[in-house]
Every structure is written in C-alpha cells, then in structure tokens.
DNA sequence: ATGAAAGCGCTAACAA
DNA sequence: TTGTTAGCGCTTTCAT
C-alpha cells in the first residue's frame, strides 16, 4: 500500500495556496477549509496513517527512520502544525500558557508583559484570554473562562486580580493580586500596606498634617491594607486619624468625582490627598483644578499602581510604583516549576514585592 | 425513561467543590477532572439527553418550555460553561476574535487596549496569543499560530504586524501595521510618512541643518515610509540630503549603539537626529549623554511611536504618536462589521490613521 | 419534543 | 514497525 507513496508527488509550497492537499480524492474538501492543512492530508500525502504522523510529530517511538524523516518532509512541505483544539480535547499537554483577565487595561498589561518576557525560550506559548463577563456575572468571570477554556486548552493558568474564590481546579494555577484575601490559591501581590505608608509618610515629611484618603473598593484586599498603611503612617507621627478626611473612590473615576467634592468643600479642607490608585487619582487632580486650586500648591496628591497614564498627567503625578512586570515574571516561573516538575503546588503560598515611590509632581510642602 | 428526571436530586452549588456529578455512576470519573463540568453531567443531572442540553444552551426550537426550564436551572446550579475547546472543534462559531502577537510588547499592548475596548458589550471574548517561534522560525510566526488555533478557535483574527504574506485562510483576517507593504490582507497602520514629515520639520523649524536619521528595518514598510518622509522634510525646507547622515538602526537598541556613535564621531557631527522608533531614540540618548553631550542642547532627538517609556525618559522623549489604541478599535469593528455580515470582505483595503507629533524635552533650537 | 449517532482533529491504547 | 480504533466535549442531522 505504500508502494507509490514515497514516489508521490513533491508539493512546492508556494504551489499549497490553492492546493493544500496532495492527494487528488481530498482537492474539493480542502477548497472548503482553505488553508488549514489537517494530520489527516499529511497521512494522505505520505502515503501512511495517521497515528504514524502523529508519532513522528510528537516523537514517539515505533517509526522507523526512513519513515520518520520522509513524514517530516511532508509535513515541512504542507506546512503541517499540530491543532491545539484538537490535541487539548484529546487531552495531552498543549504546551500553553493560559492567563485569565478581566480585561485589557493598564495594570493587566504590565503584568502581561512580565510574564510574556519570563516565558520566552520555555517553549511554552502565551494565551491571553478576557471573557466579557455576561451581564450581570461582573464577579467571577475566571471561574467561567476556566470553564470555558476546557482545563485543557492550557496546561496551566494565571489569574490576573480573580474576584472569587477558586477551590478545585482542572489545571494548576496561581492568582496575581487576589481581591479575596488570603485564598486557599497560591498568589503573588505588590506590598500594598508599605507603598502607602511610603506615599503617606512623603505627605508627612513634606509638612501635611490635614491628609485625605480616598479609598478604593472596599471588598478588595488591596484596598483595605491601602487604607492601613495610611492610617499607622499618620499613627506613626503621632497625627490623629481624622474619618471624615476618609472618603470612597472605589478605584473609580466616576466615584471619586464626588467624594473628593465633598472633601473640598469641608470647612477645613485636606491640603495633601492620597489617593488608592491613579485612575481616581488623576481623576481628584482633575475636581481640584476645576475649582480653581493648583496642584501641588493647594492640593498634594499620591496615587497608586504608577500605570502609564501617570507619567503623562500634567503635572506628572508622584504615585506608588508596583512592579507589574516582575509580579508576573514571578507568577511565569513559579507556574513552570509547578509543570515541569521542578516544585510542589504550595497552596495558600502567599508572596508580595515590594513597592516603591515615585515622586513626580504633585506633591510639595503646604503653602503658608 | 424521563421519570424520575425531574424529581432528581438538586446539587447545592456549595456542594460541587467534592461532587461535580449527579450521577453516582460517575462520581468517579467526576474525581480526576474535578472542577470541570461538562454537557454529559448536566444531561445526566437533568436526566435528559445531551442534544436536549446543547439545544437548549444554544437557544435551538424543539424544546417544552418546562424541560429548558428545569435544564437551565440544572445549568445554573452545576455552573455549567460549553467548552470553546470542543465546540470550536465541532465547526461552530465562538464568539471569540483572536490576537495573534510576535510577543507581548508596549506596541502590541497598546493595540489590544484597543480590540479589548472596541470589543465589550459586542458578546465576543478576545483572546491573545503569542506563538514563541520555535528557534530559526522568527518570520511566520503568524502562519503557525493560525494554524496552531485550527482556524476555528477564532471566528475572526487580527494580526498585529505581521511579518509575512499570508493569502488564504481559514477565517477573516484584518492586519495592523503590516510589515510587507501592500498585502492581500485588509489593513490599519498609523501613517508613518506624515508623522516622520511632522518630526523632521519640527527639528526645522527650531533652526536644524545638519539633521541625522536612524533608520528602521530596511525590511519593513513602516520604515521605509519613516525615512521617506525624512528625506521629503528636508527637500520642501531646500536642506540636501547627505547620505552619511542616514543611518542603520534597525528599530533595536543594541543596532542603534554603533550607529549613533558612528555618527556623532562625524567631522561635522549633527545637532539633531530623528531615530524611527522610541527604543532607538532613547538609546541615542543614552550614547549621546555617555559621550558628554547634553541632550537637546547639544543634540536634539525626536522618536517614533510614543511607547510608554518615552514619557519617562530623561528629559522625556518628543516623539511621534501613533495611535495604538484607536488602531486596535478599529480594527475590531472592521473585523466585527464582517463577521457580523454589516461589511463585505474588502481584501487589500488600507487605511492609515493620523499621527501626531508629541514635543516634550528632548528637542530645542541648536547652540549657535 | 426528544434522543441516537456521527464526526470535528488528534493521541494513545491495542492489534496485526 | 505500522495501522485500527476508541474516545475527548460538543453540535447537528436524522430518527423516533
């Protein structure tokens, strides 16, 4: 049966555009499927079954080399790649990196970028993946890509800033500043509560006493040790906390409009504003300038994250750096020991950078 | 046989964690894939079939009321997701566009901001992927991922600068800032003519004559156009051309090291260089300032792309901006217009979206 | 209205 | 050494 099948035509690639089969019986079925070159038109074109090919490409024993080069050959010249699809649901390693986002913003972005930087030469590949969360599902959208991803389609996962709690999962995974606290995941944060006590004790050393804290999301870890660290920097220099100098911006711009409003129209306004991350940040700088003050010499102002927008605002804005890229670069390496053997799981692993500010702009010493 | 179907047990989602199945015969199955539910637990916890489950998921006629209500409950309770994994493979469509990325760089993020942006609310999921070439397979990285994703992962691709042609394929495709010139596929790039026209005239107006270009890969047409609108610059303002002063940089760091000192060990040095992209440009700074030149007192620089870093350099980087993230918006709605059956296909459509010169502080009139 | 069964591309027993 | 076959989870005819 093989006999004219190592004699059988040579396909030129170029000629592949408008014949990706070889054999002539297949001609029509491909014309449907333009393009994707299946195991089944490699099998066809070297004359031999498929689970042989599929031994070559994943270097299986029981082929011989003859064989095995003349397939090789073939699936050079079809420009044959082995589907993930396919591979995944049948259930073997797919050699894929999976990382689980709410989205693509700023803070995401960094930490993509880390671990794409980490993964490279491992030949593992990188799937990025947002579900937009179905109306009304905004909690827990990584619980149903995990769904949705098969558990398969990757060979294990990175939560980017998950909203719930995940117990059992198909594939070993690691949370990058998880918003629930300490869960049974193993996770990697900035240090939250030093970076504020950093940015805090800036304001303090600059000569602020009246220093106002616009909160972030009050269900979210990271907030809440935000808010600590700004409360022991006052405690530490012996400044009374004062709560109504405490308002919410839940991390949102919309929000922090009117909560810093309200701060501004105290009779004894704050003259320094730390606020829990830049978005609302630049957003109070914004409420402020459009009454009239100047930042930074009637408003100081510090955010959080240093997201890209922050270098940019005018004037730039002094934030709390977090180091993105390196949380997932940690994240990269921590999951590859996992896989490749090299580590046990360590559930409830918790680890945190460190964090580090960055004075720009809009902060200086109280006028008068 | 549907019998005790209704009346069967219900699964308190609490319970999943240990018991995804309802089915006590396949509890143990249940075990090794913990975490994930699939049609058959929900058929069997319904006690229904799984064309009954997958119709009434899919919204499909043939199907009581009363039995898709009872089956989205059950749906509802077990936390059911369809796996894109397998119903990708099935040939159907899954809502989900992806990104297919050389890496995972400020350029390429800036434009999945965009996708990303252009994409909530339209029900479609996005998935990056970054193939890390296999060694000696830089070039085509898109054409093995495209495989790699089967052609069916996706309903429709955006290809962020491609590398190669790539003529026929198995789902819509539309291209960000193409490498080849004009390609067969639909196309979107910043128009880098005008913007490199805009860098150059700004170094006129400030009183440049001896201006240098660090050219970009003389493979790629963004390069090409870069330096094209270089030359013209200089022609409308009367300047000569003097081909010493053009350089290779090769949109690289390390290339630009060489290149720039090269140049500025010139007998008539310039007191200006406009390099094709950010990353080149800083590092002309970088030589420039080692060698005891003050940047822009003594040589002004102007960069190409306004990456994220260029607003943070030292002074900060006058550059040309491209709009990434407007790209990437328009770019989905191209793809979403045709996937949705609003636009035809319109292979070799080009359009350019506008740059524009961004002046910070690394640009200034020469010292007599 | 419902279910049985085929098949998407691939891998891994198992047979020959 | 090679081929045959049985699924992986899902959708979709086609029966019933």
Same mark, same amino acid.
């Given at each position: ?5 190592? !004699? #059988?035509?040579? +396909?030129?690639? =170029?000629? /592949?555009? @408008?014949?990706?089969?070889? &054999? *002539? ?124 991803? !098969? #558990?398969?389609? +990757?060979?294990? =996962?990175? /939560?980017? @800033?998950?909203?719930?709690? &995940? *117990? ?141 927008? *922050? ?58």
């Amino acid at each position: 049966m093989l006999a004219g099948g190592y !004699g #059988g035509p040579v +396909i030129e690639p =170029a000629a /592949l555009q @408008t014949a990706p089969s070889a &054999t *002539a019986e297949r001609a029509d079925a491909a014309d449907e499927r333009a393009g994707r070159v299946t195991i089944n038109d490699v099998a066809a074109a070297a004359g031999v079954s498929v689970s042989t090919v599929s031994k070559v490409i994943n270097g299986r024993y029981g082929v011989s080399a003859k064989t095995a080069e003349h397939v090789s050959r073939v699936v050079g010249e079809l420009g044959f790649e082995t589907s993930i699809v396919a591979s995944s649901l049948r259930g073997g390693r797919t050699n894929v990196i999976g990382v689980l986002v709410a989205g693509f913003e700023p803070f995401t972005l960094g930490v993509l970028q880390g671990i794409s930087a980490e993964l490279t030469g491992t030949g593992y590949d990188l799937l990025a993946y947002s579900g937009r969360s179905a109306p009304g599902e905004q909690a827990g959208w990584e619980r149903r890509s995990l769904s949705r991803l !098969g #558990g398969t389609l +990757i060979d294990g =996962a990175i /939560l980017v @800033t998950p909203t719930v709690e &995940t *117990a059992s999962t198909p594939v070993p995974i690691i949370a990058i500043d998880p918003h629930t606290g300490r869960s049974p995941l193993q996770s990697i944060s900035g240090d939250n509560r030093d970076g504020a006590l950093q940015a805090v004790r800036h304001l303090i050393e600059l000569g602020h006493r009246r220093i106002a804290h616009l909160r972030g999301r009050g269900d979210l870890e990271s907030a809440l040790l935000r808010e600590e660290g700004y409360r022991r920097a006052l405690l530490e220099a012996g400044i009374p906390v004062r709560e109504e100098l405490i308002v919410d911006g839940d991390y949102l711009a919309d929000t922090a409009t009117g909560a810093v409003a309200a701060l501004l129209d105290l009779a004894d306004p704050p003259t320094a504003l730390f606020a829990a991350n830049d978005v609302s940040a630049i957003r109070a700088m914004d409420v402020a300038t459009g009454r009239g003050l100047r930042v930074p010499q009637d408003l100081s102002v510090v955010g959080f994250d240093d997201i890209p927008a *922050a270098a940019t605002s005018v004037p730039a804005l002094t934030t709390v750096h977090q180091p993105l890229e390196e949380m997932g670069r940690l994240a990269a390496r921590r999951l590859l020991d996992e896989l490749d053997g090299r580590a046990q799981p360590e559930p409830g692993r918790h680890e945190e950078l460190a964090t580090q500010l960055v004075v720009r702009g809009t902060t200086a010493a109280p006028e008068a």
